[in-house]
């Protein structure tokens, strides 16, 4: 489970987040919606501690995640940022190759298959669409063993039918780990979610 415990988060001079708490369960889809500039980036950053918070507590997995090292951080969670620079002329292949093997997680098949990226693994990462970049990004995410996936609009670029395939992928991930999904556009996803959390 994620506890997020009374946290405030500031950029800048700006108050985003206001003694803020949650709960997210250790299994199962979280969707976190609200309107532009409401903090669901800033909450995923904070979770994923890219970002400091000024005051509370986070918790993963009973862990305090301000006295947890960051080796032991990304067994806890792996994030997929809402853009993620490729400015290296990397393959795809390469790119994925990063993670360890030891660190892939058992869905590293099924979600190379389910991104469909079979077909453009020899591409260069910086050549891709933007779907094809952000669908490499989710899968960096995704093969990495964790307790919990952030994904911050993973479906944003996506058609339809590859937003099918991805939340199926979720889906069979989320019956053992976290998913918390950001996404502006839910008029379509309740449904596809066991959990709501709504920042106003």
Do not use: C
């Amino acid at each position: 489970m994620i506890k997020i415990d009374a946290i405030s988060v500031r950029r800048g001079n700006s108050l985003v987040l206001n003694e803020y708490s949650a709960q997210i369960s250790e299994e199962g889809m979280t969707l976190l919606t609200g309107p532009n500039g409401v903090g669901k980036t800033t909450l995923i950053n904070a979770i994923a501690r890219s970002l400091p918070i000024s005051a509370g507590k986070i918790e993963i997995s009973d862990r305090d995640i301000a006295q947890t090292s960051a080796k032991e951080l990304a067994h806890l969670r792996s994030v997929s940022p809402q853009r993620r620079a490729f400015t290296l002329a990397f393959s795809v292949a390469e790119v994925l190759g990063f993670i360890d093997e030891v660190e892939r997680n058992q869905h590293w098949q099924s979600t190379i298959e389910s991104l469909g990226l079979h077909d453009i693994m020899t591409a260069k990462v910086t050549e891709l669409s933007e779907g094809q970049q952000q669908r490499v990004s989710l899968a960096l995410a995704l093969i990495q063993e964790s307790h919990f996936y952030l994904l911050d609009e993973p479906l944003s670029a996506q058609d339809s039918q590859f937003q099918e395939r991805i939340l199926s992928q979720l889906k069979i991930i989320a019956t053992k780990k976290g998913v918390l999904v950001v996404s502006h556009n839910t008029d379509s996803l309740h449904s596809q979610f066991d959990q709501e959390l709504r920042l106003n």
